[in-house]
């Protein structure tokens, strides 16, 4: 079982950085691959990234590929995603969760076993 806790949400301008950091727990959080989903209110929550459990392995929605980077720290058990040329639409509640490794990427968000509470990003035009 893991559990995770995001943190670094935060305001901040169109053209922005914000670095989004996911902490999990367990001894086994290597074997689980990772995701950033994002949700605004009264829609459905959207994929954003995903790594695999060693690392090897990206994947990017096509909104965020050249401006986001997700990577993870297994020693540290903590996964990241960077945001760079923050736009207004990437206005969201980014949530962090943890999948148990199988086929990558894993996209959708019932495929995700564990997910933390959330944090709050919010960009200005």
């Known amino acids: 079982q893991v559990q995770v806790v995001e943190s670094g949400g935060g305001f901040v301008q169109a053209g922005g950085s914000l670095r989004l950091s996911c902490l999990g727990s367990?001894?086994?959080?290597?074997?689980?691959?990772m995701g950033w989903f994002r949700q605004v209110p009264g829609k459905e929550r959207e994929f954003v990234a995903a790594?695999?459990?060693?690392?090897?392995?990206?994947s990017y929605a096509d909104s965020v590929k050249g401006r986001f980077t997700i990577s993870r720290d297994n020693a540290k058990k903590t996964v990241y995603l960077q945001m760079n040329s923050l736009k207004a639409d990437d206005t969201a509640v980014y949530y962090c969760a943890a999948a148990p490794v199988g086929k990558f990427p894993q996209t959708g968000a019932l495929l995700y076993d564990y997910w933390g509470q959330g944090t709050q990003v919010t960009v200005s035009s």
């Open positions: 367990g001894r086994t959080f290597s074997t689980y691959n």
């Open positions: 790594i695999s459990g060693g690392g090897a392995l990206t």
